[in-house]
């Protein structure tokens, strides 16, 4: 007779705490907001569009981390050198063909066929086993990394997109603004409502997450769970290679991109939650926000931004702002 009412008031519960959370962000932000808006107007539009489209970049890389980590439970702690490995191969194939959409498409191909192997010949072998997958892919990463330098060297690399997407668009207040970090940001949306609708709308998005649940009454249904996951893992390892390209072209590509794309993979999967695309957004959004504001208004301690936010996320919420307790 007590059980029932208290489970019926569970839903409300979490549901309360989320609301919570969001007013508190929103309420941190507008304060943010009308400081920043009276101090230096112009610095603070550039840096909140700084931060969106760093966002947005954090974000292509961490959508494809969220599906093999937060989604198929696979500890991959090599997904920045599939980012790097999208960067070389992608700016390689522009070099040769002259076309930064061959270079595109070459990027995730690259590390969705890598991505593939690795999942047939690592992770199908070490399945459960988290800790022989960690230790595996970090020395993985690093064998990837010497190889990167040896073919490629300690150069920095930079793409040459089209000029239409790379022209200054006029904006009030800010003036000109790079037209291609407007292209990232539009980009990483699109590609985050289109990840969404493939895990939550389609038939093999539904067997994905039946398949992680419970793989063994899937495979009793017919599906062959192994070739799912295989796709799955091609589809998250490629999307690191496509943010490779398109982070190269917004910024550069550089030997230790991979640790630093890693890392803001993994603060940002911990924040929005493991498995979830939007949690992948909000997650991106927070960090790079808080990553581009701490280089802009207090660069000594920038740093320490992103670290305060992933502590507080974990101290009050550890499955993440939009992530399940399962």
Do not use: C
């Not at 192997?117 to 070490?126: D, K, N, S």
């Amino acid at each position: 007779m007590i059980s029932a009412p208290v489970a019926n008031r569970t839903p409300f519960i979490q549901r309360f705490k989320a609301l919570a959370w969001s007013l508190f962000w929103l309420v941190l932000g507008l304060l943010l907001s009308v400081w920043g808006l009276s101090d230096n107007p112009r610095l603070f539009l550039l840096t909140v569009l700084n931060g969106l489209t760093l966002a947005a970049l954090y974000f292509l890389v961490a959508a494809g981390f969220t599906l093999i980590f937060g989604l198929m439970r696979n500890v991959n702690l090599a997904h920045g050198s599939l980012y790097l490995l999208g960067a070389y191969v992608g700016y390689s194939v522009g070099e040769l063909t002259g076309s930064w959409f061959v270079a595109l498409a070459a990027g995730f191909l690259s590390s969705a066929l890598f991505g593939m192997l690795m999942q047939v010949l690592i992770f199908r072998r070490m399945e459960g086993q988290d800790l022989r997958q960690t230790l595996v892919t970090i020395g993985l990463s690093i064998v990837m990394a010497d190889l990167f330098l040896w073919f490629w060297g300690g150069d920095i690399y930079q793409f040459d997109a089209p000029a239409w997407l790379t022209a200054t668009v006029a904006l009030p207040i800010v003036n000109k603004y790079a037209g291609f970090r407007l292209v990232v940001l539009f980009t990483a949306t699109v590609m985050g409502v289109l990840l969404w609708l493939f895990l939550n709308r389609t038939r093999v998005g539904m067997m994905v997450r039946a398949g992680v649940d419970d793989k063994l009454m899937l495979s009793a249904s017919g599906v062959n769970v192994q070739r799912l996951f295989v796709i799955t893992f091609g589809i998250g390892a490629g999307l690191a290679g496509f943010a490779g390209v398109v982070g190269g072209t917004a910024l550069s590509i550089a030997p230790g991109e991979d640790v630093r794309y890693l890392l803001a993979s993994l603060v940002v999967v911990i924040v929005g939650g493991m498995g979830s695309i939007s949690g992948a957004a909000v997650g991106a959004l927070l960090i790079g926000m808080a990553e581009t504001f701490g280089q802009a208004y207090a660069p000594t301690y920038g740093v320490v931004f992103t670290f305060v936010i992933m502590v507080i996320v974990l101290a009050f919420r550890p499955h993440g702002l939009m992530g399940s307790r399962s």
